[in-house]
């Protein structure tokens, strides 16, 4: 797996050297655009606005408008040159909790490895923050712009998550006016909520949709005829009654489970 990113994590006085890995993939289908009338690819070319040549990639330079039409040229040795070496480290403003933090600030996760001679510094901080139960918030340059972190540690390392500034953040457009919810509706919900209250296991979870797309395009390839589903009646029933059958159902699911044999546990490494 390629490196996204290298730098070193400034603790204080302590630094550590370490190697950032994207910790996601994109596993969904992608569609060309095509030519409705023969099924060709669409093409888009990079041109000169000037001369309309078309242009390669080795042509093409970074340039900032400062004027009408007026542009000053930017290279990415200009940008790496003018950041200083704490502006290239991941500086450790602070800690906090990790529930403190509401989850629309997280952007990218990245696996976090040590490099050769930090191991020792960055399993002290990974050990020293799930003792306390913290997450480290820091700060680097990456690219063009100041990028706010979340060191978070975990069992068997650490990942890091840059975050979105709270002016990058929009406030919500729309609130509601909130109804007032009855003791017995409360306690129904609870108890609904109770009755589905299992561990989280990411391994339990697949992108269904994304299977059926590509069984749409393996029928389609075969010439088969597409068939829409049938819309299921919509049963309108009050709150009350939603959240008895709610409950009911899961009863039934885990009267059911309880019959399967237990989930085998993955072998680790």
Request: charged share 30%; proline share 5%; glycine share 4%.
């Amino acid at each position: 797996m390629a490196v996204a990113h290298k730098t070193t994590i400034a603790f204080s006085l302590v630094s550590i050297p370490i190697s950032l890995y994207t910790a996601v993939q994109d596993n969904d289908i992608s569609f060309n655009q095509l030519h409705k009338a023969d099924n060709s690819r669409v093409r888009y070319k990079k041109v000169c606005g000037h001369c309309g040549k078309e242009m390669a990639a080795g042509d093409i330079v970074k340039g900032y408008e400062y004027d009408k039409d007026k542009y000053v040229t930017i290279t990415d040795e200009d940008i790496e040159n003018i950041k200083t070496p704490k502006e290239k480290a991941i500086q450790i403003l602070h800690f906090a909790q990790l529930n403190q933090i509401s989850p629309v600030y997280y952007d990218k996760s990245y696996q976090v490895i040590p490099e050769a001679g930090g191991e020792k510094a960055f399993e002290l901080l990974r050990s020293a923050l799930m003792a306390e139960q913290k997450i480290a918030i820091g700060k680097t340059v990456m690219g063009t712009k100041d990028t706010l972190l979340a060191i978070i540690p975990r069992e068997e390392g650490m990942l890091i998550q840059t975050m979105f500034f709270e002016d990058e953040i929009k406030e919500l457009p729309k609130t509601y006016t909130k109804p007032e919810v009855s003791e017995q509706e409360m306690a129904m919900a609870t108890t609904l909520i109770a009755s589905m209250d299992t561990p989280f296991a990411p391994d339990e979870y697949q992108d269904e949709y994304q299977k059926k797309l590509r069984a749409l395009v393996a029928d389609k390839i075969a010439g088969k005829e597409i068939v829409s589903p049938k819309n299921e009646p919509d049963n309108i029933i009050n709150l009350m009654d939603a959240l008895a059958a709610s409950i009911e159902k899961n009863k039934k699911g885990e009267s059911a489970n309880t019959k399967r044999p237990p989930r085998k546990k993955k072998a680790t490494a």
